[in-house]
Structures are given as C-alpha cells and as structure tokens.
C-alpha cells in the first residue's frame, strides 16, 4: 500500500486545515489508518486513527474535539479535519496504515504500522 500525504501549510492560531491521505494499492477497507505527528528530535506521536471495516475513531487528548478524522473507502482516501489549531500542533504529519481484520484495533505505536507517506509540515503560527 502506498500513502501520499497532502494538505500541510502555514495557519495562524485558531485556523483550520484539512489534511489527506490518499492510498494506492488494493485491501483498502482492511487497514487502519492512523495519523502520527513528529516534531524535531522526538518520537512520532499518534494524535488519530480510524479502524478498519467499521470506522472506529480515536483521538489523543491533546487534539480531541478539535481534530476529526474520516475515511472514504469507495476514494481510498483518510481525512484529518484539524480546526481550532494552536502552535503546540505544529509537526510533520504523517499517515500510517496497519492491515488488520481485528475490529476496532488503532495501535497507539508507531512501530506497529507498516506502511508510512512521506510527510506533510504543518506550522501553526501568527
């Protein structure tokens, strides 16, 4: 599977932005989708995923109620609405996916997903 970020860009504080993760490949429906960030010099960190088949969605407490991810299944594509965005968001973002057939698995770990894109920057500052 192959995963194209897009979407990443200059916001001020209080902004929205919607991020995208195109996919390639075939067995879409049967990966989770996770949304990581990585500042410099730390770990990536998952702030959502979306599971496979059902569409179980999880956030970390630092984005939730601020950040909705969906998916289109038919488009092969994963959504990261981020509104409200502060400066404590600004990263290089990521999508990963897992293929799994367990029902609402979204590993937390990095290291769990197999499949990366490339990255998008997004800086949040006024």
């Known amino acids: 599977l192959r995963l194209v970020e897009s979407g990443g860009g200059l916001v001020q504080p209080g902004g929205s932005l919607r991020l995208s993760c195109v996919a390639s490949?075939?067995?879409?429906?049967?990966?989770?989708i996770g949304w990581f960030r990585q500042a410099p010099g730390k770990e990536p960190q998952q702030v959502s995923c979306?599971?496979?088949?059902?569409?179980?969605?999880y956030y970390a407490d630092s984005v939730a109620g601020r950040f909705t991810i969906f998916r289109d299944n038919a488009g092969q594509v994963v959504n990261l609405q981020m509104n409200n965005l502060k400066s404590e968001d600004t990263a290089n973002y990521s999508c990963?996916?897992?293929?799994?057939?367990?029902?609402?698995?979204?590993?937390?770990?990095?290291?769990?997903?197999?499949?990366w894109g490339q990255g998008t920057q997004l800086t949040v500052s006024s």
């Open positions: 990963a996916a897992l293929r799994t057939s367990i029902k609402d698995l979204c590993p937390r770990a990095h290291s769990r997903y197999a499949y």
């Open positions: 979306i599971s496979s088949r059902n569409g179980r969605t």
């Open positions: 490949g075939f067995g879409f429906p049967d990966y989770a």
